[in-house]
DNA sequence: GGCCAGGACACCA
DNA sequence: TGGTGTCATGGC
């Protein structure tokens, strides 16, 4: 399978579609603080929301959510703030260097960084030790309103369990393959994202719950 | 007590 | 290029 048809264009829209219809509009994201936006998804990495909100209560708690004091705290004290969400000396060190590149670079502005080209902002985040495909695309979606796909294991899974993808297709190409099959939209990616994500942690998990799972009938892999 | 969660990265074959 | 181990906490 290395191919994408129309069908499974077709395919991905009528689940979205399905999907949307079963758990309701999904308003993901509730900061309105660009950088809680930012260092949310670095702290959400592999970890629960719940975690990583814990974690961001704690930095406004201490009145730490600032680039300039995330930039004047050493690894270890943030590392502390943050333990809740875990791994939380390697996201320090991801939150440090992110709010070291805004402060260099930026004047520690964070609409100033935001705001440059899509293309650009991608890979200044990836070039910082600790963001990856993912949380850049979090980023460039969630706080710089970009239209770019979030690809996370979630959808992955979902493509996967579907039929319309292999196991291990690349990210990039992924992305480019969902990016030429829905219609390029802020609004709607990031629907799209926050109702795949629902659905994986409710229903198709990694023992997926296919009894109560309402893109049963479209799915090719029921059960594994 | 084990499993899993809104990843990234180093290392190895 | 793909597979695997590591990083860590908290809820279920």
Redesign the pocket.
């Known amino acids: 399978m290395t191919e994408w048809s129309s069908g499974n264009t077709a395919l991905v829209k009528t689940v979205l579609c399905k999907l949307h219809a079963h758990y309701g509009s999904q308003y993901?994201?509730p900061a309105q603080d660009l950088l809680e936006m930012m260092v949310?998804?670095i702290l959400?990495?592999?970890?629960?929301?719940?975690?990583a909100s814990?974690a961001i209560i704690r930095l406004k708690k201490a009145q730490a959510l600032h680039v300039d004091i995330l930039d004047r705290l050493s690894d270890h004290k943030l590392a502390l703030l943050i333990?809740?969400a875990?791994?939380?000396?390697?996201k320090a060190q991801a939150i440090k260097a992110l709010v070291r590149r805004i402060t260099d670079d930026y004047r520690g502005r964070v609409d100033s960084f935001l705001s440059i080209d899509a293309s650009s902002l991608r890979e200044q985040l990836l070039s910082i030790?600790?963001?990856?495909?993912?949380?850049?695309d979090?980023i460039l979606l969630y706080a710089a309103n970009a239209p770019i796909f979030v690809i996370?294991?979630?959808t992955r899974t979902l493509l996967f369990r579907l039929g319309v993808i292999t196991n291990?297709m690349?990210y990039a190409k992924l992305q480019s393959l969902i990016h030429r099959s829905l219609h390029s939209d802020v609004k709607s990616y990031k629907e799209y994202h926050a109702l795949i994500?629902e659905h994986?942690?409710r229903v198709c998990?990694?023992?997926p719950l296919c009894d109560r799972c309402c893109i049963a009938d479209l799915c090719r892999k029921i059960g594994t």
């Open positions: 993901w994201w949310g998804a959400t990495q592999a970890t629960s929301w719940s975690n814990a333990q809740p875990g791994f939380q000396y390697a030790r600790g963001i990856g495909e993912e949380t850049a979090d996370d294991n979630y291990h690349p994500v994986g942690k998990r990694k023992t």
